[in-house]
């Protein structure tokens, strides 16, 4: 098999846009079937409080030194960038938060093989539904709702459990060099970075698997 390690993080717009164009690379990619994909945890603000009092315009115009119209501006574009792929972000309703339980969760599913289902369902939440993912009740439902014991996700939930795993994907990212996310490393050899076209993707996949297969 060959593995692809994906830093992400889901209140991340270019993270669930990247995911789309390398869902579609693999499905062009003639030995989808031996590929690996492993989603790892990564926070863009550690700092953030479970939930914030500011919208998504509002908390952009405050950390770039926008106003709330030139925050707007910059959110337009990747809704457009979104919907060339097949995404219907809705901006106006996405709640600004931690991302730190959600991460949890996603550690969690790995371990029961649904890494990838808890990724697209958080991913939902946030941009297109306007779920709140830094609660631990919308957390537990979104964990039954793919297949988890939902027990066992609120006992997660409740205590620090993955809270290491989470860590340590973290760490893993700063000392390779990861600065923004999403962020792809394909046979622990290539690193593509950003949310690239899925054009780019695939041959980034063909090259890291001729070299390994050589001819």
């Not at 031996?34 to 790892?40: A, C, N, T």
């Not at 009092?53 to 770039?64: E, F, I, R, T, V």
């Not at 899925?198 to 001819?215: D, I, K």
Request: charged share 30%; proline share 2%.
């Amino acid at each position: 098999m060959m593995k692809v390690q994906i830093w992400s993080d889901v209140v991340c717009p270019y993270c669930y846009i990247g995911k789309r164009e390398f869902g579609k690379a693999l499905e062009q990619f003639p030995q989808r079937d031996q590929v690996q994909v492993e989603w790892k945890s990564f926070e863009l603000d550690r700092e953030a409080p479970v939930r914030s009092a500011d919208d998504m315009y509002g908390h952009l115009a405050k950390k770039y030194g926008r106003t709330r119209e030139q925050a707007k501006e910059m959110v337009a574009g990747v809704v457009e960038r979104a919907r060339s792929v097949g995404l219907a972000y809705n901006m106006d309703k996405a709640v600004m938060g931690s991302s730190f339980d959600a991460h949890r969760l996603i550690q969690l599913a790995k371990t029961k093989g649904k890494g990838d289902e808890a990724e697209e369902r958080l991913f939902k939440a946030h941009f297109v539904l306007g779920e709140h993912i830094g609660d631990k009740a919308v957390l537990r439902a979104i964990a039954e709702e793919i297949g988890l014991d939902g027990h066992e996700a609120a006992e997660m939930l409740a205590g620090d459990a993955f809270t290491e795993a989470v860590e340590a994907d973290e760490y893993e990212a700063h000392q390779i060099g990861v600065r923004g996310v999403p962020f792809f490393v394909l046979d622990n050899k290539y690193a593509v970075s950003g949310a690239q076209a899925s054009e780019h993707f695939l041959g980034a996949l063909h090259q890291a698997w001729n070299e390994r297969q050589p001819a």
